[in-house]
């Protein structure tokens, strides 16, 4: 399976942007990259995915790498309610599963 | 639509006691799946399943057993407890896709269960 790569922690003001990156360099061609947050207390929760193109949804947008090998999520105004552990996983076509990392904790700051 | 439920919300078990989580989903989805979460860490597949009466190992199967016997419920049984699982367990499903192109499948999570075993 391929293994993505995230820092533990990071932090942000409210309302500023937030650029959460999430390097896979082991990606193959038919991978898709899947973005999950988990809410303090509560089940992980889908964000955003995409293939090769970027991805814009009401969450948030996800910016591919040319190359693939590395992509960012983007939250355009962090709120306080976006405080919550990020996960960056790689689905391989045809497979039902999804292998979660350590993610990254999102620390809001007021 | 109540989405993904999971009984019971908190459980303390004996050392060697068996129990069963139950899981229930209400979106008519095919697949589900049964994860475990230790502190600090990401969740890890126990099982799932792909539709009612098939069943398949994940990463961590052992000490568990699953059935489907229905669409909506994917219970999870433990049989002689061991503090190595204690944990937090929850459940998900996910539509599925036609054609078996499971890459852009969504999964939706319940709650969770914090299991505590002594």
């Known amino acids: 399976d391929a293994k993505t790569t995230q820092p533990n922690s990071m932090e942000s003001n409210e309302e500023e942007p937030v650029h959460l990156p999430c390097n896979h360099s082991?990606?193959?061609?038919?991978?898709?990259i899947h973005w999950y947050r988990q809410l303090p207390s509560q089940g992980p929760e889908y964000v955003i995915h995409?293939?090769?193109s970027n991805v814009n949804n009401r969450m948030a947008s996800l910016a591919i790498a040319e190359d693939r090998k590395s992509s960012t999520l983007i939250l355009h105004r962090a709120t306080l309610r976006d405080a919550a552990v990020y996960y960056c996983?790689?689905?391989?076509?045809?497979?039902?599963?999804?292998?979660f990392g350590t993610g990254t904790r999102l620390k809001v700051l007021a | 639509n109540a989405g993904v439920t999971q009984t019971p919300k908190f459980r303390i078990l004996k050392i060697g006691q068996s129990m069963t989580l139950q899981c229930t989903q209400d979106?008519?989805?095919?697949?589900m799946y049964w994860y475990r979460q230790d502190p600090g860490m990401g969740l890890k597949l126990i099982y799932y399943?792909?539709?009612?009466?098939?069943?398949d190992k994940g990463e961590v199967p052992n000490g568990y057993n699953v059935s489907r016997s229905t669409t909506e419920d994917f219970p999870l049984r433990l049989e002689l407890a061991a503090p190595s699982q204690t944990s937090v367990y929850f459940c998900?499903?996910?539509?599925?896709?036609?054609?078996?192109?499971?890459?852009?499948?969504?999964?939706?999570f319940g709650p969770g269960t914090r299991l505590t075993v002594l």
């Open positions: 998900a499903s996910s539509p599925g896709l036609a054609g078996g192109h499971t890459s852009t499948d969504t999964q939706y």
């Open positions: 082991t990606i193959s061609g038919t991978d898709y």
């Open positions: 995409g293939l090769t």
């Open positions: 996983i790689l689905r391989a076509s045809g497979t039902y599963k999804y292998i």
């Open positions: 979106m008519n989805h095919n697949y």
């Open positions: 399943s792909v539709g009612a009466g098939i069943t």
